[in-house]
């Protein structure tokens, strides 16, 4: 199988923002070509798209209504070894410390016992709050005071969401398998301790032998449907593309955005603008779906 890489800045990202996917490709196919190690890939490919403040993930990640910043990420390879971390704070890198994770016999930490053990594997002290940040909560905070958004009704309306970049993830092959690897700060409107897709297996990504799969969009809708595993569920029958058109239709009335990828291709749908890169030996294509 040949090296590919493809990265997602999530659902509704703007197209000005391919050029941090595609240094995040770029970034994952160095890891590829040098390593061959597809997790790998995945985990450095989302920490460029962490590090970059326009992106709710890592630095630039949304704010509770409570003002603090609780962070999800997950990765996984297609041997089924996974790590996850949800409602992590005060970390720079959270897919990392999932990273770390895959290395002990559990799958997930959360909260505070998720920030103490990236604490004892050395990872320092990070605040990633931004101006914008800041601002958005404000924001929030207004239209919830003045009654414009109805916040806990039972299917969250589609305009709720547009202006507002989700998770940013990777999916990789190297010549033996897959990796998948995701990371969000949530998205508005949410309470202390909602965790999303992100840090669940099988909903935010799913690796195995036949591909991997990252997806992006409202995370209550993505659990609900299983969505990344009911895609990779696909890939063997239909191929990677039209099985993420497949699972962008199945949440027809919400923002969603799917990457995939195979032994023998990829694939990229969303139901809104998103920024993506695909990288391989003889192709760096940034687009947007």
């Known amino acids: 199988m040949q090296h590919l890489i493809i990265t997602h800045g999530g659902a509704g990202s703007p197209i000005k923002y391919r050029d941090s996917t595609e240094k995040a490709a770029k970034k994952g196919y160095s890891v590829l070509r040098k390593k061959g190690n597809a997790v790998d890939a995945v985990i450095e490919a989302v920490v460029v798209l962490e590090n970059d403040p326009r992106f709710n993930a890592g630095t630039g990640s949304r704010m509770r209504l409570n003002g603090s910043i609780e962070m999800d990420a997950s990765v996984m390879g297609s041997n089924l070894k996974c790590g996850a971390v949800a409602g992590i704070k005060n970390v720079k890198n959270p897919v990392k410390v999932a990273r770390k994770i895959m290395e002990t016999p559990h799958i997930l930490l959360a909260g505070e016992e998720a920030t103490n053990f990236a604490r004892k594997n050395n990872f320092r002290y990070y605040n990633p709050a931004t101006k914008e940040a800041l601002k958005k909560l404000e924001e929030t905070k207004?239209?919830?005071?003045?009654?414009?958004?109805?916040?806990?009704?039972?299917?969250?309306?589609?305009?709720?969401?547009?202006?507002?970049?989700?998770?940013v993830g990777a999916v990789a092959r190297d010549k033996k398998g897959f990796a998948a690897a995701v990371s969000t700060g949530g998205t508005s409107f949410m309470l202390?301790?909602?965790?999303?897709?992100?840090?669940?297996?099988?909903?935010?990504?799913?690796?195995?032998?036949?591909g991997a799969v990252c997806a992006t969009g409202v995370g209550e809708e993505?659990?609900?449907h299983i969505l990344s595993k009911s895609v990779y569920d696909k890939i063997e029958i239909l191929g990677p593309q039209k099985a993420c058109e497949l699972g962008v239709s199945l949440l027809k009335n919400f923002p969603t955005g799917l990457i995939a990828v195979s032994k023998d291709g990829y694939g990229m749908a969303c139901s809104e603008n998103m920024a993506c890169t695909v990288a391989s030996k003889n192709l760096l294509k940034s687009g947007v779906q």
């Open 192 to 210: 202390p301790g909602r965790v999303g897709d992100s840090a669940l297996i099988g909903c935010g990504i799913y690796a195995g032998r036949h």
């Open 142 to 167: 207004n239209k919830l005071k003045n009654g414009k958004i109805p916040v806990w009704a039972k299917k969250w309306k589609k305009f709720e969401y547009k202006k507002f970049t989700g998770t």
């Open 222 to 224: 993505i659990i609900r």
